[in-house]
């Protein structure tokens, strides 16, 4: 089933790229279904904090009335930086899939870290790799273009 979930999240991603957005796509699950799917928008909404999981918790907690996720998994393509992580956390997302790692940017297993934090409220379950290999050849790919 996860990995199901993250081909709906690299759906995303390639939309987000077709959009000219760097193609990371982020979908949120609840009760074995999709609830929410989006794509980065940082170009588009000309909003440095529109990452594609920053946009799916807003519009989950909108959805579900609560900012409270708490029985909600998000599948995103990579691994979150800091501002998601915290987001994530802050929701109280339940788990966290991700696909690619992100040694410059990610905050979970890579940088700050920030669910092993003494500061973190709340650390979700955490799986890394999910979709791995297509994600990250949509960002090398995305990126060999603009050089």
Known sequence: M?????DDALAEARAAQAAAEVPVGCVIVRAGAVIVRTGNRTLRDRDPTAHAEVLAIRQAAAMLG????TDCDLYV???PCAMCTAAISFARIRRLYYGAA???GGAVEN????FASPTCHHRPEVYGGIGESEAGALLKEFFKARR
């Open 2 to 6: 996860p990995q199901s979930f993250m």
């Open 66 to 69: 609560t900012e409270r996720l």
């Open 77 to 79: 393509t990579l691994e």
């Open 102 to 104: 992100d040694p410059k």
């Open 111 to 114: 940088g700050v870290r920030f």
